[in-house]
């Protein structure tokens, strides 16, 4: 596999990308708060089970963050389902499990 | 900069955006058969989408100095009755005579059942009668790990030659996997799913830009059929020499259509060097 070779050094990819980062940030935090708000019933969808087991990817000073959520998201079966009952996705494994105890909570 | 969106299906979209994509330089097209955000009720009703790809996108396309090329086949999502897709499979090898077809596609799996898997390994064997090249599309979100892995099982245990093979929709979790077992790879460049323009040129810088091209897949859905020279944008934004997007967008796809006898370089472009 080829070496990194991003052409800009760390203070440009900073000054570049930053604000444009920063409000994703935000809307990450406004998202979770949004939820505290909400009615409550949906607070162990198995979507933001896997939102919180994924956040603590992204500060755990590994790299390749990308490609660890998608596997974290991933269906990781190995053998044809028998009926497909839905054309659609939902962004995670239904069957991750994605244990909530370890992992942060929202409020 | 003239470069092929190597995935777009024009027909969900409007003569205007032909305009546009003419206007930032693109030259060449190719139109996988797809869904169409809504199941057809009947194999006829494919037929004529067959008809609209072989005959009247190549016209719309031609108004621009478009070169406009297609891929056919029935998608996954309208997979699963085997008796239909089999209807509609049998369509296939007379369009396939048209003078725009490059092969089949885009074949592949949506959620990765088991009777989209026959339907796949039976395209994949038409492609083999027919010699024709094949272009894949991978699963949504959670499924894609799994359908790229099944898919391209099913594509060795065929005998097919994966450098004839691009498999589509590729994200940083399948890339690697793709490239190591010799096939080429597309990136779609989604604002919300599949790529961002940042993050193809992420996966550029990681792991090459040999066998691997980007595409708008601009559809019917959230799609920008600009998309793929606003990532030629990134690219240059970051300090990328200008060869690179003509190597991603120009040589690279030149390279792969060249193995189909219906596809013409545009504007002279020649087949390129081994590496750029």
Redo the contacts between chains.
């Keep these: 596999m080829p070496s990194p070779s991003c052409p800009l050094d760390a203070r440009k990819a900073v000054d570049l990308y930053f604000m444009e980062h920063r409000a994703k940030l935000l809307d990450i935090a406004a998202f979770l708060d949004r939820l505290d708000r909400a009615a409550a019933g949906a607070t162990d969808d198995v979507r933001l089970r896997a939102m919180r087991q994924a956040i603590p990817l992204l500060i755990d000073g590994e790299g390749d963050r990308a490609r660890r959520i998608l596997e974290l998201f991933s269906d990781h079966s190995a053998e044809p389902i028998p009926e497909a009952h839905t054309q659609a996705a939902i962004g995670v494994d239904p069957q991750g499990g994605y244990e909530a105890a370890a992992t942060p909570q929202t409020t | 900069m003239a470069y092929i969106d190597p995935h777009i299906h024009m027909v969900s979209r409007t003569t205007d955006d032909y305009r546009r994509m003419a206007e930032a330089g693109c030259v060449a097209i190719t139109e996988p058969a797809f ?1 169409a955000g809504f199941d057809r009720s009947s194999p006829a009703a494919f037929a004529d989408y067959f008809r609209q790809l072989t005959q009247v996108e190549p016209r719309r396309a031609a108004t621009y100095g478009i070169d406009h090329y297609c891929w056919l086949c029935i998608n996954p ?1 309208e997979a ?1 009755d085997p008796g239909f897709a089999r209807e509609v499979i049998s369509l296939v090898p007379e369009f396939l005579k048209a003078d725009n077809v490059l092969g089949i596609g885009e074949i592949g799996l ?8 026959i339907i796949l390994e039976e395209q994949i064997e038409l492609a083999r009668q027919h010699g024709q090249m094949i272009l894949v599309h991978t ?8 359908g790229t ?2 898919t391209m099982d099913a594509l060795a245990n065929a005998g097919i030659e994966p450098g004839r093979v691009l498999i589509d929709h590729v ?3 399948t890339v ?1 996997e793709v490239l190591d077992r010799g096939f080429w790879a597309g990136m779609t460049l989604y604002p919300d799913s599949k790529c961002t323009p ?2 193809a040129v ?1 996966i550029i ?4 830009n040999e066998r691997i091209w980007i595409n708008s897949a601009g559809d019917w859905g959230p799609s920008d059929p600009l998309s793929v020279p606003k990532c030629h944008s990134e690219m240059r ?4 020499a200008p060869s690179l997007a003509e190597k991603i967008s120009l040589h690279n796809p030149v390279a792969f259509l060249s193995q189909s006898p219906a596809f013409t370089p545009p504007c002279g472009v020649g087949l390129p060097a081994a590496s750029a």
């Design positions: 869904w999502k699963e949506n959620k990765n059942s088991r009777n989209e898997m699963p949504h979100l959670e499924d894609k790990l799994k892995r099944l994200e940083e979790h690697a940042q993050r992420d810088e990681c792991y090459g934004r970051r300090g990328h």
